[in-house]
């Protein structure tokens, strides 16, 4: 038995260690915490522990550990905080965006703090995420940044590879030693316990049997006990029986013919006194039962009339329902419209999905904005967002202004929209007078922060024409977009367009050359595309305006 407890305490201590911190108790801990420092570190322990259970709370612990970490210039723990928050938005899909930025300050902050593996889990993250946007120029310019800064530090990647792997090998060799360790304990307990079983079973067993014995034997005490008592009884009886008869037989005897006429006329006026109270007492329970009748009566027209005022209620509250269904009926509308174009929005309605459509003549618009990483660098998170949230609410504004064209999404701090996404023909003399105005729009922003002395944001338009496939993709969370190499020739419009300006192809120049002043570039090389012609729009032709 001591050995069983030794074993147990062994294996509990053993799991105790591996255990995660309990959240509730770090909670506590953090209101214990009195210095900077200390706060600093249970609340990257929080952000941790919230990492798979709440990555909104987790964020917000680790942006707390983070201030706290470069409020007392803590470097490494500015990196490692920078990088949960990182890790904590890109479990987000509506945030993946954000990730970026922070993703940027952990590898900024590991570089001041020396911390190798950091930088290349940053890199790492930081190139994904570009490759997934498809900006592989970007992504190959952070490792390059990041192999400069190793190799300026006389480090190499393939020491760091190196020594990772050799502490990833010892640290397996270790854990597989503690694996087997615990197995061992494991079986041995196992062991124990079932020996354990069957000694408790067999204790039960015999507890049982003995209880049953005990119970069986009283049952048949009880038992004799009654039938005693029946024999006494039923004696009893038969005494006090032949006694009665003794009697009877000698009061037989002495009484005589009249007495016996006597007591049968006696006999008869009784019985007759009996009937006469029976129906007495009938007459009696029928007044009742009809003054029970009438009283159910009462109720029951009580009860009718609750019902009624019930119903009355329950229609006045079902219209008041209906009433408030309705609105928000009318709110899911509009926020589907919000979503979805309004064609696609009605067929989701009806029935339940939206098929796939292609239009022939499209035209994207692709917006990015120029040295955006190193523009976030200067700016908080709080304040990148701000700046980044005026730009897009500018840019929905100006296309809302402009029926033919629809917002697809924003991509980090990428724009798309388009135009012509429906059944009749349309030209993108719209589209390139937005893109103008978000050009003009940012321009203003730049003169203003230029005057503050702030960093401004300049960025590149694109747009091309050709034909696209539109629909709905998924089931939670779903979204309108538009595939087709139309799509693909638009971002290299963009990736070669300047800041400030449009640049647009020849497929889109021949339908706006008319209204529009453009300045020829020339053949240039896209990526993936060859030589492609390209022009930059300058301004609107004179008298060609949009009419009021």
């Given at each position: 038995?001591?050995?069983?407890?030794?074993?147990l305490?062994?294996l509990t201590v053993?799991?105790f260690?591996?255990?995660?911190?309990s959240?509730e108790d770090?909670?506590k801990e953090?209101e214990?915490?009195?210095s900077?420092?200390?706060r600093?570190?249970?609340n990257?322990?929080?952000g941790?522990?919230?990492m798979?259970?709440?990555?909104?709370?987790s964020v917000a612990?680790?942006?707390?550990?983070?201030?706290?970490?470069?409020?007392?210039?803590?470097?490494?723990?500015?990196?490692?905080s920078?990088?949960?928050?990182?890790?904590?938005?890109?479990?987000?899909?509506?945030?993946?965006r954000?990730?970026?930025?922070?993703?940027?300050?952990?590898?900024?902050?590991?570089?001041?703090?020396?911390?190798?593996?950091?930088?290349?889990?940053?890199?790492?993250?930081r190139?994904?995420?570009?490759t997934?946007?498809?900006?592989?120029?970007?992504?190959?310019h952070?490792?390059?940044?990041?192999f400069?800064?190793?190799?300026g530090?006389g480090?190499?990647?393939?020491?760091?590879?190196?020594?990772?792997e050799?502490?990833?090998?010892?640290?397996?060799?270790e854990?597989?030693?503690?694996?087997?360790?615990?197995?061992?304990?494991?079986?041995?307990i196992?062991?124990?316990?079932?020996?354990?079983?069957?000694?408790?079973?067999?204790?039960?067993?015999?507890?049982?049997?003995?209880?049953q014995?005990?119970q069986e034997?009283a049952?048949?005490?009880?038992?004799?006990n009654?039938?005693?008592?029946?024999l006494a009884t039923?004696?009893?009886?038969k005494?006090k029986?032949?006694?009665a008869?003794?009697?009877?037989?000698?009061?037989?005897?002495?009484l005589?013919?009249?007495k016996?006429?006597?007591?049968?006329?006696l006999?008869?006026?009784?019985?007759?006194?009996?009937?006469?109270s029976?129906?007495?007492?009938?007459?009696?329970?029928q007044?009742k039962?009809?003054?029970?009748?009438?009283?159910?009566g009462?109720?029951?027209?009580?009860?009718l009339?609750?019902?009624?005022?019930?119903?009355?209620?329950s229609?006045s509250?079902?219209?008041?329902?209906?009433k408030?269904?309705?609105?928000?009926?009318?709110?899911?509308?509009e926020?589907?419209?919000?979503i979805?174009?309004?064609?696609?929005?009605?067929?989701?309605?009806?029935?339940?999905?939206?098929?796939?459509r292609?239009?022939?003549q499209?035209t994207?618009?692709f917006s990015?904005?120029?040295?955006?990483?190193?523009?976030?660098?200067?700016?908080?998170?709080?304040?990148?967002?701000?700046e980044?949230?005026k730009?897009?609410?500018?840019?929905?504004?100006?296309?809302?202004?402009y029926?033919?064209i629809?917002k697809?999404?924003?991509?980090?701090?990428a724009?798309?929209c388009?135009?012509?996404?429906?059944?009749?023909?349309?030209?993108?003399?719209?589209?390139?007078?937005?893109?103008?105005?978000m050009?003009?729009?940012?321009?203003?922003?730049?003169?203003e922060?230029?005057?503050?002395?702030?960093p401004f944001?300049?960025?590149?338009?694109?747009?091309?024409?050709?034909?696209?496939?539109a629909?709905?993709?998924?089931?939670?969370?779903?979204a309108?977009?538009?595939w087709?190499?139309t799509?693909?020739?638009?971002?290299?419009m963009e990736?070669?367009?300047?800041?400030?300006?449009?640049?647009?192809?020849?497929?889109?120049y021949?339908l706006?050359k008319?209204k529009?002043?453009?300045?020829?570039?020339?053949?240039?090389q896209a990526?993936?595309?060859?030589l492609?012609?390209?022009?930059?729009?300058?301004?609107?032709a004179?008298?060609?305006?949009v009419p009021?």
């Open positions: 038995m001591n050995k069983l407890l030794t074993l305490l062994l053993s799991a260690s591996f255990a995660q911190e959240i770090l909670k953090l214990q915490a009195n900077s420092k200390d600093m570190y249970v990257y322990r929080l941790e522990a919230y798979r259970v709440d990555s909104d709370k612990y680790g942006k707390e550990a983070y201030r706290l970490a470069d409020q007392i210039n803590n470097l490494g723990m500015a990196a490692r920078a990088y949960l928050v990182g890790q904590a938005y890109d479990r987000q899909r509506d945030k993946e954000y990730s970026k930025t922070w993703y940027d300050t952990a590898l900024a902050s590991a570089k001041k703090a020396g911390d190798s593996d950091l930088i290349i889990k940053s890199v790492e993250k190139s994904k995420i570009e997934k946007d498809r900006d592989y120029r970007e992504a190959y952070i490792v390059e940044e990041a400069k800064y190793f190799s530090k480090t190499s990647i393939s020491d760091l590879e190196s020594r990772y050799q502490e990833k090998v010892k640290l397996e060799r854990k597989r030693q503690l694996e087997s360790e615990r197995q061992r304990l494991t079986g041995e196992e062991s124990l316990l079932n020996e354990k079983s069957t000694l408790s079973t067999d204790k039960d067993r015999l507890e049982r049997r003995q209880q014995l005990v034997k049952k048949v005490e009880e038992e004799i009654e039938k005693e008592e029946e039923v004696a009893e009886a005494e029986a032949e006694q008869a003794q009697s009877k037989a000698r009061e037989v005897k002495q005589s013919r009249e016996l006429e006597q007591e049968a006329v006999k008869t006026k009784e019985a007759e006194l009996a009937k006469a029976l129906q007495a007492e009938i007459s009696k329970n007044q039962l009809l003054l029970i009748l009438a009283g159910f009462v109720l029951f027209a009580l009860f009339l609750v019902l009624f005022l019930s119903a009355r209620r229609r509250r079902l219209a008041d329902k209906n408030i269904i309705k609105q928000e009926q009318e709110r899911s509308d926020l589907l419209l919000n979805l174009p309004q064609p696609i929005a009605e067929e989701l309605k009806h029935y339940g999905k939206a098929q796939p292609k239009y022939d499209v994207v618009l990015d904005f120029k040295n955006f990483t190193k523009i976030s660098e200067q700016l908080s998170p709080e304040e990148l967002v701000a980044l949230d730009c897009f609410k500018a840019f929905d504004f100006i296309i809302s202004q029926d033919d629809e697809i999404k924003t991509i980090g701090d724009y798309m388009a135009s012509g996404l429906s059944e009749r023909k349309t030209i993108p003399h719209n589209l390139v007078r937005a893109a103008l105005e050009q003009e729009f940012l321009d203003e922003q730049k003169q922060k230029m005057r503050l002395g702030r944001f300049e960025a590149r338009i694109g747009i091309h024409t050709g034909s696209v496939v629909g709905v993709v998924g089931v939670n969370k779903f309108y977009d538009i087709g190499d799509v693909n020739i638009a971002a290299r990736a070669n367009s300047q800041e400030g300006r449009v640049n647009i192809s020849d497929t889109t021949r706006i008319y529009f002043e453009c300045e020829y570039r020339g053949k240039v990526k993936n595309k060859g492609i012609d390209m022009y930059f729009v300058k301004k609107e004179q008298g060609t305006g009021a």
